[in-house]
């Protein structure tokens, strides 16, 4: 397809343990962004990928969020001992420029920890 | 940081009706963008705004870049069912890949 994809679309994941959700952005796209957000608020920013480096990791909010993206293509992000407080829909967005270009979001990964 | 403020939280309207949201920061931006998010998919850009006082519209859609550059508001005109939505506004900052900071949002519910 030509958009962003994610998968899994769902994940339930007992307190403690580990997940990984996977981003394919729009082939060529330079810019990787993956943002979180909780019900009913608006998508905060977790990190960025300028191709295969992350310049920016200021919005993760611990240690144990983990993002790679090694190739500068597909992208995951490792979610290590999740907590009830993770449980937010995980998206994922593109652009083809490193400024200025509009993101092209995907459907996002819902993440529930029970 | 940045903090963008969206009102109103939510509404509901009756079909044909027109319907206003607005956004305002507390610092001066240099882009306004609204997207509209539907359930269980990722927001899709609708208007981008990039001058102080710039007026755009994209079909039934108005957004305009207030002058101070704190603020900026979107206009949908006879509204329709599909229109039924969450509203954000986004500003698109200078660093980091252009990374986006979003409002709360303003969920819509149009009535038939």
Redesign the interface.
Known sequence: GAG?SQSPRYKVAKRGQDVALRCDPISGHV?L?W?QQAL??????LT?F?NEAQ??KSGLPSDRFFAERPEGSVSTLKIQRTQQEDSAVY?C?S?LQ??????H????TRLTVT | GQQLNQSPQSMFIQEGEDVSMNCTSSSIFNTWLWYKQDPGEGPVLLIALYKAGELTSNGRLTAQFGITRKDSFLNISASIPSDVGIYFCAEQGETSGSRLTFGEGTQLTVNP
């Open positions: 962003v810019s962004f943002y009913g608020q608006g998508p905060e920013f960025y300028q310049l920016d998206l967005a652009s490193t400024l200025g270009s509009p993101l979001f995907g459907n996002g």
